[in-house]
């Protein structure tokens, strides 16, 4: 983790960040709220953080790495599972009142105390190998469609199917430990637009008569997501000559995909020539984004990231944790765009759409 001291506000974040900018999009409570009783939203989020702990527990107890791994897992469950009982019953205790941010941190620092850094590592290893076996032909479907808009709409579908390989969700950990994820039915898959949140036809509009000079992707996951999701979108960018800045966890948490492990992916993608399918990276650069949970406050981030993204004029946020749980409704000064599938029943609900809907919203910078 950076020290407190080297994290910053990203640039471009609508000013005053104080009255502008919150990190949550769903509200945990208000103002009016008894701070001494915990509202029904906050029992409703710290019952879905209980019912994802047998999962990580799984995880963690297999964890090959860590001496007596089913002993500090057992431990891990026994810990996160007496915190969040208690904020049930007072939601001041533990750094409370507790928000999305606050369940996902108190769950990292339990792991990393009892020596789980990564219990993703293997299956992480697993999906990126398989997905960069998929890479080219993902590719290659894409770069046959000559109709730009349809192959705009293809690549965003892509990032919706590989969004998917999400075992933050314990739905979805336990549909992937049945049949893992096939990306290109996935793909066929998606419920039919319009979406809860769709402005891609606004979005299409602008990418025909606009080409951005530099732009800052917040990614996902790893696997299907970044290689066959973000990966071929992010190639498409720079065909179109523009720079491309990818934002990565600083540290592992869940199975997203980290800064060093981005490194490796894309240097096994590139050929001899140092391209990606053709396609000149010279404009791709990576960044840590200084952060280590699967979601991502904006007032927080690495000096190296603000300073690369500090000219960018549009900002992409990637997936559920920081495009929809955090960040729905951040503005920007320049253009944004928050893509990611809903995975959980109880964003569904906030947003008054369908579990596994998808949430495509652009919107052009704040003058």
Known sequence: MESESEMVAFPLLLTPI????????????FPSDNPKKPTPTELQWIDLFLSSIPSFKKRAESDSTVP?????????????????????KDPESHGGPP????????????????????????????????????????VQLNDAIEDEAKRLENLVRGIFAGNIFDLGSAELAEVFSRDGMSFLASCQ???????????????????????????VIFVDNSGADIILGILPFARELMRRGTQVVLAANDMPSINDVTYTELI???????????????????NLFIANSGNDLPVIDLTRVSQVLAYLASDADLVVLEGMGRGIETNLYAQFKCD??????????EVAQFLGGRLYDCVFKYNEAVS
């Open 336 to 345: 944004s765009l928050k893509i990611g599938m809903v995975k959980h029943p």
């Open 99 to 138: 928000d999305c941010i606050l369940l996902c941190r108190l769950r990292e620092l339990i792991l990393r105390e009892l020596g789980f850094t990564d219990i993703f590592k293997k299956v992480k290893e697993e999906e990126n190998a398989k997905a960069i076996s998929l890479f080219k032909d993902v």
């Open 189 to 215: 898959n998606l419920v039919p637009r319009p979406w809860v949140i769709d402005d891609l036809d606004t979005f299409k509009v602008k990418w025909s008569k606009k080409s951005w000079k530099k732009v």
């Open 18 to 29: 104080e009255s502008n900018y919150r990190a949550c999009t769903i509200p945990y409570r």
């Open 68 to 88: 007596d791994a089913p002993v500090r897992a057992e431990k891990f469950a026994q810990r996160y599972g007496e915190i969040l009982e208690d904020l049930k």
């Open 264 to 282: 490796e992916i894309i240097a096994k993608l590139k050929d001899e020539n140092g391209q990606l399918m053709g396609v000149d990276t010279s």
